[in-house]
């Protein structure tokens, strides 16, 4: 399906243009009907040439009601502009085509009404001239009479070519559902109806609505008139809720994917119109079906800081539109750069605010969050609308790797937390010599880390965490019988530091897998390989000695100057490429990496 807003001014024929293409009538109330105009939202849709289907949503011209027009087209990418012959370019054209630009509408038409009263020429001339500075750019034109049905044909050819250019759906995003009309239907309850933008709704699906604490459910699903077991996107569609009692919901409610967005009352965007400076303390914002009155707070020359009346489930990159109510004037166009900025509170954070937000441009940045926000849940980020790839692989760059649970860390921040910790830890060891090291909790509050998971993802050999405790892992803090086996492994290898005890005298000595395995895990032994262990600092000697080298030197030149046997020469040499300490040339030769 195919969604389209009309726009334009009051009396130039949009809802008898509609009610031309459709047969439906789009103006739902009597009131409308009595008055001839239209107030409120309608909607109507019929087949178009290609077999697709079109659905208007039918705005009112009446300055008036510009907030009604604005919640119909906040949610559709396209746009009808309709202009009479007869009266040519008018205030609500122009009011419409700004938030048409605001909202950076894209698609849209321009429909001539009233070509049987006027000669269409000049007002089809004047409409494309101000349309092509817009975001619709240069928008093709046809000359209608809603009357005698002159140029339809023509007009649904241009809906349907319209419609092929539309880019697709994104299917699998969370549903966002603006709702733009809800009423009681006798026997069902509440129903609301919108333009489902992206996603898929079933019969059935839980869904999250703003200040609800329970989720609501789809008791049933309409779309263009008919029940339906789901729907997906682009559809307009009418969503039974069970157990929602009407009064809890309306327009500006929005129905959510569970989980998926933040709720925020404080923004800080980009406009596009008026400067910052110029821009009154308060205005209303619009975005989706929502009108929220905002204080409005220039950070930039292009940057505000927007706080909202009620929040909304806003995700960067969002746009939405400032408006004047009281002065009829469309401000500008909005783009979502942070949904959850920080506060301003020191002397200067404004300023410096300023200049972080003119590097943004609403696009959301995995990366560039990461470095601002230094350390987040990646349910958070997703909420905020900034994609975190979920599987490990070739699109998932290493900075998006959770350092710890669900969280990911600047990789430098990530460093330097590392070498606090240590820190932190040495601190409290000269402090406390007879506690048996740090308590996490203590270390958690030292370094304000919002997890305690964090604290011991950041804990590395030689540290360790023993009984809720970070310390140096030393042979002391081993059992006993291993503690014991690994001093007199010291005892006896320690003026040899590259002859590795052979398999025989490591089970003399009481050594199997599993105490070599918690001595290594204690950093009290070094593996090199199965039954091939060395005392942990024989790593930095053996640079030591090979820097002592003629370079580069040969597996052989390694193993005398080491005083040791191929057994260990070879492992030990592996080791240290792989930790960077030593090269290995093409020639099997060797160097140490200075
Ligand atoms: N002669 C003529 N009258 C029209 C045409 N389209 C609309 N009208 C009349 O113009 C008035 C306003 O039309 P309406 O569709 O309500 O305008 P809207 O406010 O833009 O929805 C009505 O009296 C219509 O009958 C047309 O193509 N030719
Ligand atoms: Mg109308």
Redesign the pocket.
């Known amino acids: 399906m195919f969604v389209v807003a ?1 726009a ?13 293409l459709t047969g439906m009538e ?2 739902r109330w009597a009131e409308e009907r009595r008055r ?3 107030i409120d939202l309608g909607f109507a849709w019929t087949t178009l040439p290609s077999g697709g289907t079109v659905a208007f949503v ?1 705005v ?3 300055e008036r009601f510009v907030p009604n027009m604005l919640a119909g087209v906040g949610p559709v990418p396209a746009a009808l502009i ?1 202009v ?2 007869d009266e040519g370019w008018m205030p609500q054209s122009a009011e419409h085509l700004a938030a048409l630009d605001a909202l950076g509408v894209a698609y849209g038409l321009l429909a001539v ?5 006027a000669d269409p020429g000049p007002a089809t001339a004047r409409a494309r001239a101000e349309i092509a500075e817009t975001s619709l750019g240069a928008v093709p034109a046809v000359a ?5 049905g002159a140029g339809l044909p023509q007009l649904r050819a241009a809906l349907d070519r319209l419609a092929a250019q539309l880019p697709a759906p994104v299917l699998d995003d969370p549903v966002r559902l603006w709702v733009d009309r809800s009423f009681t239907v006798r026997g069902s309850g509440t129903v609301v109806t919108g333009t489902l933008g992206a996603g898929r709704l079933r019969v059935g699906d839980e869904l999250e609505l703003a200040g609800a604490d329970e989720p609501v459910r789809v008791r049933g699903l309409h779309s263009l008139g008919e029940a339906r077991p789901q729907a997906a996107a682009v559809a307009r569609v009418a969503v039974n809720l069970r157990g929602t009692p009407r009064d809890r919901l309306g327009r500006g409610d929005a129905l959510l994917t569970p989980g998926r967005f933040h709720h925020t009352d404080l923004v800080d965007v980009r406009l596009a119109g008026d400067a910052a400076a110029d821009l009154p303390a308060t205005l209303t914002l619009h975005v989706g079906s929502a009108a929220v009155p905002v204080r409005v707070r220039p950070l930039g020359p292009d940057t505000v800081r927007l706080r909202l009346a009620r929040p909304l489930p806003l995700l960067v990159g969002d746009r939405a539109l400032l408006r004047d109510p009281g002065r009829h004037h469309v401000n500008g166009g909005v783009r979502v750069l942070d949904v959850a900025p920080p506060p301003l509170a020191r002397r200067g954070a404004a300023a410096a605010r300023a200049q972080v937000l003119a590097e943004l441009d609403g696009r959301p940045d995995l990366a560039g969050e990461l470095r601002r926000r230094r350390l987040i849940r990646a349910g958070t980020l997703i909420r905020m609308g900034v994609a975190v790839p979920a599987e490990p692989g070739r699109d998932r760059p290493a900075f998006a790797e959770p350092v710890a649970g669900d969280w990911l860390a600047d990789p430098a921040h990530w460093r330097w937390l590392g070498e606090r910790l240590t820190e932190e830890v040495a601190r409290h060891a000269r402090e406390h010599p007879l506690e048996p090291g740090m308590p996490v909790d203590a270390l958690r509050q030292r370094l304000a880390l919002p997890d305690r998971v964090l604290v011991e993802a950041l804990v590395r050999p030689p540290l360790r965490i023993h009984s809720g405790r970070v310390g140096a892992a030393s042979a002391d803090a081993l059992p006993a019988p291993v503690a014991l086996a690994v001093q007199r492994v010291r005892a006896e290898y320690g003026d040899r530091p590259f002859r590795a005890p052979e398999a025989d005298r490591l089970v003399d000595l009481g050594l199997g897998p599993r105490e070599i395995g918690a001595a290594v895990r204690a950093g009290a032994l070094l593996r090199l390989a199965d039954n091939v262990v060395l005392l942990p600092d024989a790593l930095d000697g053996a640079v030591r000695v090979l820097a002592g080298l003629p370079q580069p030197f040969t597996l052989s030149a390694a193993r005398q100057a080491l005083d040791t046997t191929r057994r260990v020469a070879v492992p030990l040499l592996e080791l240290l490429d792989r930790r960077g300490a030593t090269r290995r040339l093409p020639d099997d030769a060797r160097i140490v990496v200075s």
């Open positions: 009309t334009g001014h009051v009396d130039h024929g949009k809802s008898t243009l509609v009610r031309a789009p103006d001839g105009m239209t039918d009112p011209g009446h309709v009479a012959a009404t009233r070509a049987d009263l209608v009479s809603g009357l005698t």
